[in-house]
């Protein structure tokens, strides 16, 4: 009975090694991540979170870090591979191997540099967030700032000053739909203040309402309206 041989070469030997080790690493990391432990769960939803990706689906999330981890593995494995290649032919003889040898010092640079943009994903999508959040702060703080400003306005003497802090009020809901209710509330407690001035003032018909009041009252009617 004749055997049958495989003439397969050191190189592809050790990949077919490196490709069956990646695929067992793959196939736990994806048991690991179906555990559905309410605490493993939790900690999903926070990595979520801490990436910038809270709307994102947690199958497809998931999904994708696996992907990712596969792609991390690849590149290491193939990256140390290289570096062992070069570690066994660290001192070529002729012309056509020191040529194979610059290539492997090229292969290590490239890799090197696509393994460090791999890891690095993460931690830049988390400063992305950390900015975006950064920002959100400071816009939310600007509008606090306009709003009380405005309320102090509305309290000044000068009519001119409280038409101005009224629009400003409204401005305000263009701008935060948060601070809406919020604003609606100060332009409501606004004309009842301002109405039980001018009911003092007034004991027969009722008089004509001043232009502060009428935009207060012009703004809350326009925004029910909506």
């Known amino acids: 009975m004749e055997k049958t041989t495989l003439n397969i070469s050191p190189d592809l030997f050790w990949g077919l090694i490196v490709l069956v080790g990646i695929l067992v690493l ?20 926070t990595v979520r979170e801490a990436l910038g990706m809270p709307r994102l689906n947690l199958t ?30 660290a001192t070529p003889q002729d012309r056509g191997e020191i040529s194979d040898w610059r290539f492997l010092l090229a292969q290590i640079v490239a890799l ?30 600007l509008i606090t700032d306009r709003i009380s400003k405005s309320i102090d306005q509305l309290g000044h003497e000068n009519t001119a000053v409280r038409m101005g802090a009224i ?49 207060a009252l012009d703004v809350i009617l326009r925004w029910r309206s909506e």
């Open 60 to 89: 497809l999330f998931l999904f994708a870090s696996g992907f990712w981890t596969v792609i991390v593995l690849s590149l290491t494995a193939g990256l140390l591979w290289v570096i062992w290649q070069v570690i066994l032919s």
């Open 167 to 215: 629009h400003s009020l409204e401005r305000i809901m263009i701008d935060s739909d948060v601070d809406h209710v919020m604003v609606m509330r100060t332009l409501n407690a606004y004309l009842k203040y301002r109405q039980a001035d001018k009911s003092e003032e007034y004991d027969g018909d009722v008089p004509e309402l001043d232009i502060d009041i009428q935009a």
């Open 112 to 141: 090197t540099g696509v393994l460090g943009a791999a890891i690095a994903l993460p931690f830049t999508l988390m400063r992305i967030d950390f900015t975006r959040r950064q920002t959100k702060a400071a816009e939310q703080g």
């Open 26 to 45: 793959t196939v736990l990391v994806n048991w690991l991540m179906t555990i559905e432990a309410d605490s493993v769960r939790n900690d999903r939803i």
